[in-house]
């Protein structure tokens, strides 16, 4: 048969490769069951958008900021492009990490299309002002609990729980819990959001600070805050009795088995 003669199904695929971008954050809101000075509520949430019900795929659905890279941009770009448009955040503000690619075959219906997921870790503050792009009816924040109890578009169930596994071990092996906190805060702070992320995390609160503060002979991922006069810097912001505040140091620990 003549190879001219056959016909080729009339078929565009997409100039680029897509991205998804997983966006947590953790609010805090003050505690109304004491009149005592005490530490917010914080609570571990992400960031949706629901699509088009006039979409052919995935109707009305919730899912991940996220959309298909230009010609001339790197999926890096790409990633924090689609996060700006979607949400309106400054991308200075935001640590944002590629998790992995996903290729399951059917998982999107308008044909074999991957894409590579991202995660960002947002302070709430900068998340203040997100808001829908043109493209989505609607943003909001949902606690993980109930993002994972949803039907979210594509296979976007499993890359939560992809990503909310890797910001936990990342949590408990590097300082991304200085994302969640002001430039400085109380043990009890950074203590309850590792807690609010980890929720299985145990600690003796008497040898925190010895794993975290830095000795003569060991560099540690954060230090006593002082004052221009080198003084030592409290806050009784969230406790009756002043806390010593902290900030994280430029260190950022090297782990190994061996």
């Not at 659905?61 to 770009?77: K, Q, V």
């Not at 969640?180 to 600070?209: A, M």
């Amino acid at each position: 048969m003549n190879s001219a003669s056959v016909s080729k199904p009339v078929f565009r695929s997409p100039d680029g490769l897509p991205t998804d971008i997983c966006i947590f954050t953790i609010t805090s809101e003050p505690r109304k069951d004491t009149k005592n000075k005490s530490l917010p509520e914080r609570k571990l949430k992400i960031l949706l958008i629901q699509r088009d019900p006039n979409s052919d795929r995935f109707p009305g659905y919730w899912a991940f900021p996220g959309g298909f890279s230009n010609e001339h941009e790197t999926l890096d770009a790409c990633a924090e492009r689609e996060l700006r448009e979607e949400t309106h955040i400054l991308n200075e503000n935001v640590h944002i990490e590629q998790l992995k690619a996903y290729y399951t075959p059917g998982r999107d219906p308008g044909g074999w299309i991957p894409t590579v997921a991202y995660y960002a870790l947002v302070n709430e503050k900068s998340l203040s002002g997100f808001k829908a792009d043109d493209d989505a009816v609607d943003a909001r924040l949902f606690t993980v609990e109930e993002a994972l109890s949803m039907k979210l578009a594509f296979d976007h169930n499993k890359i939560l729980e992809d990503a909310l596994k890797r910001i936990q071990e990342k949590m408990l092996q590097t300082n991304i819990a200085k994302e969640f906190l002001p430039e400085e805060f109380t043990l009890s702070e950074l203590l309850q959001v590792i807690e609010t992320v980890v929720p299985t995390y145990t600690v003796d609160r008497s040898n925190f600070e010895k794993k975290l503060v830095g000795t003569k002979t060991r560099k540690g991922i954060i230090e006593v805050a002082r004052d221009s006069q080198d003084r030592i810097k409290y806050s009784n912001e969230y406790s009756q009795n002043k806390a010593k505040l902290y900030r994280f140091t430029d260190y950022v620990p090297f782990l190994t088995i061996y």
